[in-house]
Every structure is written in C-alpha cells, then in structure tokens.
C-alpha cells in the first residue's frame, strides 16, 4: 500500500491552508494575465472587470472561459504572457483546422511540471531507483517528455517512445524494467506480442502501469491486471494546462487527485455554463495557479466528469474527479492523438479528385484503434487502372498522416455510395467498444 506524505507533501495540506495558497497564487496570475495577454484584458474589460474585483475564489464564475477554438485564433504566440526569450520549450496538440495548439514553457513551468509528474509517481508507488519504461511519443506530444521528468524522482527512464512492439518486449524482459508509461490500447498490445512471444508479463518484475491519453475502462485495466500481475493506474493532463500530471489515481484507483496547488478545477453545466457544486456531474473547467508562459483562466476541457465529495481512504486532502467518461464534443482519439473529423476532411480535399463525400469509421481489432475513411470518387474515375487507383489511395493516406499525425485505411467507393443526409452528417462511426 502507497501513503507516502512527507510532513510537506502538499497533497496532504489542511484544505483551509490550501486554500490559502489557491488564493494567493490565484490572485498573482490573474494579475500576470491581465497585464500580459492582450486577449484577456479584452475579455475581461468586455465584462467590465479588472482583477481587483476578483476578492475570493469564489468570485472565479464571474471571469470569461478560453477554449482550444481561442487558443487556435490566437496562434501561435497570441496566449503568451512572457517574452519570447523566457520561453525554453514549445509543445502542441492538434486542431480542427489542421493547424496546432501551440503552448510554452518558462523553466519554472517545467519545474512545476517535474514536481507534479513526480507527485503522480508517488501515488502509484513508483520509487527511487525503479526503472521505467517510457512508451508515450517523443516530440510536440506531452506524453513522453512529461513521463520523461521520472528522472527527478530518481528512477531509470527508458526513452523508448511507442511503436517496434517487439523491442518493447524484448526491452521490458533484459532491462529488468519495474513500471511503463504508454496509451492502455498500446499496452494490450504489448501483452499479445509478449505472448506470441512466449514471453510472460507476469513472470517479469513489472509492477506498475501508467496510462492515459485515452479513454480506457475498468474492464480493460481489469484485463489488464489480470494479463499481466502489474497495477494498473490512470494519469490526466491536458497539453493546454501542462501536459501529463494534471491528476492521478492512488493506490486506491477510486478517481483521479488533481494537484490543485497548481490547477484549480471547477464543474460548470455544459449548456449553460453555470458552476455546479462538487458531485454533479458537467464539464471540467481548469485554472492554472502557477504556468507563467501561458496561464489558463478557466480553461473549458470538455470533459465530463465529476469532483468527489468524499474524502479519499489515502489520506489526500487534493479533490479527486471521477476518470473521464467522454467529451462534449466531437473529437475521438486515437492511440493517444487528439483528432477532429475537419481535420480529415481538410486533408482529403487537399488531394486533388476527391468528392467532399467521406465517411470514417473506428474500430478495434487485438486491442488497437484503427481508423478506415471511405472517400467518394467519381464513377469515371474507377475507369482507371488499378494502379492510378493505388496511388490514389496511398495520396490520400499519406495527407491524412501528414495533416492529422496518425495513420488510416482510406477505401475508395463509388460516387453515391455514402448515405446523405438532410441535417448533420454522421461523419464518424464508432464501432468500438470504449
């Protein structure tokens, strides 16, 4: 059993003293954004307010929300707060219009990063001198190089990213590897090529599982843990807040705690955006308390969750929040990569000879997302020769990937083959069972 709380441990902090520090970090980055962010003072002026007319926490509904479609009208450097030379590290996730989020980091953001990641670490009884298998994606993703600040923690970090699954094997067996961070799709598959294999997890001295990025449910960790003797925790972040380490589950896997020294979360009613009292269910809304490069005032996440009322058997004073159940909006993820339908339809019209006629549909096989798009072509255009029509294809797949970072089946289907419809097209079929 984890219950590591060193008397400082902010997890553990009197709530009338957490408070007292949401408060005062609060207060000092409203202050920061308005003087420095040209789009917040406009909001907030709009509204008619200054800072000084927030008094308390509880004045926070009064101040205006930003969302990614903001974060997208403000690219790059539109939500910056600091000069461009204080800013040491860019990061980004995607958008419907193709183009990223883009978001930054001062060097103390990415030591609150550090000391978050290192927080959610504890709660998964993840120790000095573990060795960790890091098989998030390296890069513009958060995953790999949030999981990457392990090393703060004293723990072995092994860089491989994802994919070339039977390394991960191979690796997880000769390197003696006692935790792994990846998607929990990605890890299902990662126990199957063990077993073609002939390589026993369970036989391993892997302990503990990291997993996130994707929706993923309590039958899946159950098989998980079953597969594999490993526990099984789920980590939250968002890139636009920092990344990874936003919460995590405890030993006691009965929500996530959310280090809200650092991110303050609200409930707000979905449709009506009124804040909701802790236990009802609506979309999670995050503050951050202390990112200096780009703070986030009430940050819409379109996550619908709740926050726990009741107080965790750890021993946690942080508020917990029920593991994400979905989202308010059209976005499905796939292997740990946000993704919008326009972002697929941009890149098929790209390609010269498809129809604005398409379909896309997930699906699962050996516990691995794919996605097929099927894309209308023009009934003289099947005239061609098999191999114009390859080409064709392997166009399409190749924009996709390009544009949206992930890669797809494209089918190519005669004109009128996709249903039409007179209000919204269903553009997305999810035949997973999430």
């Known amino acids: 059993m984890n219950r590591y709380h060193p008397a400082s441990d ?22 920061h954004t308005y003087d420095n962010v040209p789009w917040y003072q406009l909001r907030m002026k709009e509204k008619g307010l200054q800072p000084s007319d927030i008094r308390s926490l509880d004045d926070i509904h009064k101040l205006p929300f930003v969302s990614k479609s903001d974060l997208r009208d403000t690219y790059p450097y539109g939500m910056f707060a600091v000069p461009l030379n204080e800013i040491v590290r860019f990061h980004a996730s995607s958008g419907t219009t193709g183009k990223p989020v883009v978001v930054s980091y001062t060097k103390d953001d990415l030591d609150v990063w550090g000391e978050v990641i290192v927080r959610a670490l504890a709660c998964y009884g993840v120790h000095e001198g573990d060795i960790l298998q890091n098989a998030y994606g390296y890069g513009l993703f958060t995953g790999g190089l949030g999981l990457h600040f392990a090393e703060q923690l004293g723990v072995t970090v092994v860089p491989i990213s994802g994919g070339n699954t039977e390394r991960q094997v191979m690796i997880m067996q000769d390197f003696g590897v006692t935790a792994v961070s990846c998607t929990p799709s990605y ?54 807040i920092i990344g990874p380490g936003v919460g995590a589950e405890c030993h006691c896997q009965n929500g996530l705690h959310i280090f809200e020294d650092h991110f303050y979360p609200e409930i707000v009613d979905k449709d009506t955006l009124e804040p909701l009292p802790d236990g009802r269910y609506g ?10 490069a780009m703070p986030m005032i009430r940050f819409r996440t379109r996550d619908i969750t709740k926050i726990f009322t009741e107080k965790c058997p750890c021993g946690r004073t942080i508020r917990r929040i029920e593991r994400i159940s979905h989202r308010s909006d059209d976005m499905f993820i796939i292997r740990g990569v946000n993704v919008f339908p326009g972002q697929i339809e941009s890149a098929l019209l790209a390609v010269e000879g498809t129809l604005p006629h398409y379909r896309i549909i997930l699906t699962r096989e050996h516990d691995l997302d794919n996605v097929e798009v099927q894309v209308e072509l023009r009934a003289e255009q099947f005239d061609d020769t098999i191999r114009s029509l390859e080409t064709f294809q392997r166009a399409i797949q190749k924009q996709i990937e390009n544009t949206v970072g992930i890669r797809v089946k494209a089918t190519l289907v005669q004109q009128g083959t996709i249903p039409r419809s007179e209000g919204k097209s269903q553009r997305v079929i999810d035949r997973r069972e999430l």
């Open 10 to 31: 902010p997890d553990f902090m009197p709530k009338n003293m957490l408070q007292n520090v949401q408060w005062g970090k609060f207060e000092a980055i409203l202050r």
């Open 187 to 240: 890890f299902l598959h990662i126990m199957d090529k063990a077993e073609e294999m002939g390589i026993a997890i369970k036989e391993l001295p892997i302990r503990v599982g990291i997993f996130g990025a994707e929706p993923w449910t309590v039958p899946m960790r159950k098989n998980i843990e079953a597969g594999t003797g490993i526990r099984a925790y789920d980590i939250y972040g968002l890139t636009e």
């Open 283 to 292: 979309e999670l809304v995050f503050t951050t308390l202390s990112k200096r």
